[in-house]
C-alpha cells in the first residue's frame, strides 16, 4: 500500500519515477512479481499505472466497466493471491463514473448485474433493508457516494473469498478525477449474517 499511496503522490504532484521502460520490459522477461492487484473501472481517465506511478510489471490489473464482481473477477483474484502471491488487492472507485451514474439514473436497465450491485451498496452499507425503492432512487442519484459505497462493499464481498487467517490486505480506495488524488476509503461495516447472504449471492459459482 506504501508504494502505491507515494506513486499517487508523485503522480499529484506530476513528478514521476525516472525509470526506464525498456529496462523494466526486460526484467519481467522470465515472470512477473506484482506489488498489488488493482480492480478498478475500464474507464480511460483511470489507468493505474498512472495514477500510482509504477512501471510495468508491479500491478496485476483487473478492469471492467464499473470495476463489477463477476466470475471473471474471482478467477483474477484467485490467482493474483494463489499464484502470484499477491498480498495486497485494492478496489478503486472514481469520480463521475459514467457505469455507476448511468446504473443509478435507470439508463442502463441491460446491465443486471452492474445494477443489483450497485443498487445493494447503498442499502447494505447503511444497513437500511427497509428503504422503499423511491428514497433508494434519490440516494442513487448522489453518484459520487455510490462510487465509494460500490467500492467499500466490494472490498467485503472479495475479504469474504479467503479464510481469516490467510487472507490478503484488501484496501477500498477512491480515485479523484479532479486532483488525481487517491484517498482511502473506510471499511465496510455488516454482520456476520447480510455478509454471509451477500457472499451466497455475489459469489454462488
Known amino acids: 500500500m506504501e508504494q ?23 526484467q519481467t522477461l522470465g515472470g512477473q512479481k506484482p506489488i ?14 498512472i495514477i500510482f506511478d509504477q512501471p510495468i510489471g ?30 495486497v488487492i485494492v478496489v478503486v472507485g472514481h469520480e463521475k463514473c459514467g457505469v455507476v451514474s448511468m446504473v443509478a439514473k435507470k439508463y442502463m436497465p441491460v446491465v443486471t448485474v452492474t ?29 459520487d457516494r455510490t462510487v465509494k459505497c460500490h467500492a467499500q462493499r466490494s472490498a ?8 481469516p487467517d490467510r487472507r490478503p490486505k484488501i484496501v477500498p480506495l477512491y480515485y479523484s478525477l479532479s486532483s488525481g488524488r487517491v484517498t482511502e476509503l473506510k471499511p465496510f461495516k455488516g454482520n456476520p ?11 454462488p459459482f
Request: overall charge negative; some cysteine; glycine content about 4%.
Open 4 to 26: 502505491l499511496m507515494e506513486g499517487n503522490k508523485r503522480f499529484v504532484e506530476d513528478s514521476p519515477a525516472a525509470w526506464s521502460r525498456t529496462d523494466a520490459r526486460q
Open 36 to 49: 498489488a492487484a488493482v480492480i478498478i473501472c475500464s474507464d480511460s481517465r483511470v489507468s493505474p499505472e
Open 58 to 87: 508491479s500491478l496485476f490489473v483487473i478492469r471492467n466497466a464499473g470495476a463489477i464482481l463477476n466470475n471473471n473477477t474471482k478467477q483474477s483474484i484467485l490467482f493474483a493471491v494463489h499464484q502470484l502471491k499477491i498480498n
Open 115 to 143: 445494477q443489483g450491485q450497485v443498487f445493494k451498496a447503498l442499502r447494505e452499507l447503511e444497513g437500511d433493508e427497509e428503504n422503499d425503492s423511491e428514497e433508494i432512487e434519490d440516494k442513487l442519484h448522489f453518484v
Open 156 to 163: 467485503a464481498l472479495i475479504a469474504l473469498l479467503f479464510h
Open 193 to 203: 449474517s447480510q455478509q454471509q447472504q451477500a457472499k451466497r449471492r455475489w459469489w
